[in-house]
């Protein structure tokens, strides 16, 4: 079947799509606005196709996180095509820096209400193969996919079948799609953080924060993943996990740290980031749940959840608490991403508690990551209840602000602290 631009009705769904070989992104009209799924549910045959069509369309094209090289970035330099992300990687940070691309700062819980505003033209989503009753699932993604579906006028679905099913909320019937297009790509993996030893004596001292039968939200990077791994030689009772899922929750499972039944799934999670490893334990796994921002992004709801815990990684702490976790010396490297909703999360919970957890000096060792003060701010002073180095924790929670200076000195390198001391007295 040869793909045909489509007709004006395009927004009255088919009750039957086209499954074709010729990736139709030419269907998109002229300044139409692409939203693309992030991370290991990434379309990346389409992202290809955009990078080819772009020229001469004025489009724009969004995303949050995506892994590897991103194959439209050709068009994006060109200035065929305009980018904007709300996560920034290193592929883009030098086209975010020079203005060639867009961030957007924005967290992860708004994400949908942003499309909403900006208008979806086209939805570029990866899913799975449809089952007998015509349904497909978004698999591992689906933090802002189903809400792009939704607002979209086209969707086109990128069928990949190594892609979990995965329950919680993420299936889309194949009428809801203009065309299905085979994949031609592997299914993105993104591959854990190998632990140091500083990643593991940081993980031993969050440890020792945690209250007995925690939900356990963690972010990205060495430390967080070090901290799922120190988990299993805790006796913490049963653990359950909010946010992101990686290779290392399975791990858990396998060893009973992680109830593999109960009320409800033990991991809810808007993004699965891992390898083959994890997609094949989460396929229609019911102890894994995969759900939009709506519900794994809501500080309300996860909030009523006791012994909410938020251990999220930063770039730098300043001596009152506050929180820079997405830029270096003026750079953007990364995003707010979800941090900041599984912070409020933790703040509403009973006996919820609020880590931030990060080596206390740069790799080359010349720059503390402990300082007087930062010019981004990811997370507010008010919302941090400890901050945890190699060298120890401080505790914020009830704290003056000289105290807290006091106390986040005392876990700064100890090459650092004396001049860390003397800006601290020198402060207005």
Request: charged letters at 25%; hydrophobic letters at 45%.
């Given at each position: 079947m040869t793909a045909r631009p489509l007709p004006s009705t395009a927004l009255q769904r088919r009750h039957r799509c086209d499954r074709i070989r010729l990736v139709p992104i030419r269907w998109a009209g002229d300044d139409a606005h692409l939203v693309a799924t992030p991370g290991c549910g990434a379309p990346t045959t389409l992202l290809h196709a955009v990078n080819k069509e772009a020229p001469g369309r004025g489009w724009t094209l969004s995303s949050g996180l995506l892994l590897g090289e991103y194959p439209f970035l050709d068009a994006v330099r060109t200035g065929d095509l305009r980018y904007r992300t709300w996560h920034v990687m290193a592929p883009v940070s030098d086209l975010v820096a020079d203005g060639i691309a867009g961030f957007v700062p924005a967290r992860a819980s708004r994400v949908a209400a942003l499309l909403e505003a900006h208008r979806v033209d086209v939805a570029l989503v990866r899913i799975t193969p449809p089952d007998r009753h015509g349904y497909c699932s978004l698999g591992p993604s689906a933090g802002y996919g189903l809400d792009a579906v939704r607002l979209a006028g086209v969707r086109i679905g990128e069928v990949d079948p190594d892609l979990p099913w995965t329950f919680g909320n993420t299936t889309v019937h194949e009428s809801t799609f203009d065309a299905l297009v085979d994949t031609a790509d592997p299914t993105p993996q993104y591959a854990s953080a190998k632990p140091s030893s500083v990643s593991s004596r940081i993980a031993g001292f969050v440890l020792g924060l945690l209250p007995t039968n925690p939900t356990l939200q963690i972010g990205i990077g060495a430390i967080p993943e070090a901290v799922v791994n120190a988990l299993a030689h805790g006796d913490l009772g049963e653990i359950r996990f909010a946010g992101m899922a990686t290779d290392e929750m399975v791990d858990l499972f396998e060893c009973g740290v992680i109830p593999a039944d109960g009320d409800g799934p033990a991991i809810i999670s808007p993004e699965l980031m891992g390898s083959q490893r994890l997609m094949r334990f989460a396929d229609r796994n019911p102890a894994v749940g995969v759900y939009p921002s709506s519900t794994a992004h809501n500080a309300a709801v996860l909030g009523r959840t006791a012994r909410f815990v938020s251990v999220n990684t930063a770039i730098e702490v300043d001596l009152s608490g506050q929180v820079n976790s997405e830029v270096i010396r003026g750079r953007q490297i990364s995003g707010v991403g979800g941090s900041l909703d599984f912070v409020d999360a933790a703040s509403r919970?009973?006996?919820?508690?609020?880590?931030?957890?990060?080596?206390?000096?740069?790799?080359?060792?010349?720059?503390?990551?402990?300082?007087?003060?930062?010019?981004?701010?990811?997370?507010?002073?008010?919302?941090?209840?400890?901050?945890?180095?190699?060298?120890?924790?401080?505790?914020?929670?009830?704290?003056?602000?000289?105290?807290?200076?006091?106390?986040?000195?005392?876990?700064a390198h100890p090459d650092h602290r004396d001049s860390l001391a003397q800006q601290a007295g020198a402060a207005p």
């Open positions: 919970s009973a006996g919820g508690l609020r880590v931030i957890a990060l080596p206390s000096v740069t790799p080359d060792g010349s720059r503390s990551r402990i300082v007087r003060s930062i010019g981004t701010v990811t997370i507010p002073r008010s919302m941090v209840d400890a901050v945890v180095t190699e060298h120890g924790v401080a505790r914020l929670d009830d704290k003056t602000s000289a105290e807290r200076a006091e106390a986040l000195i005392a876990i």
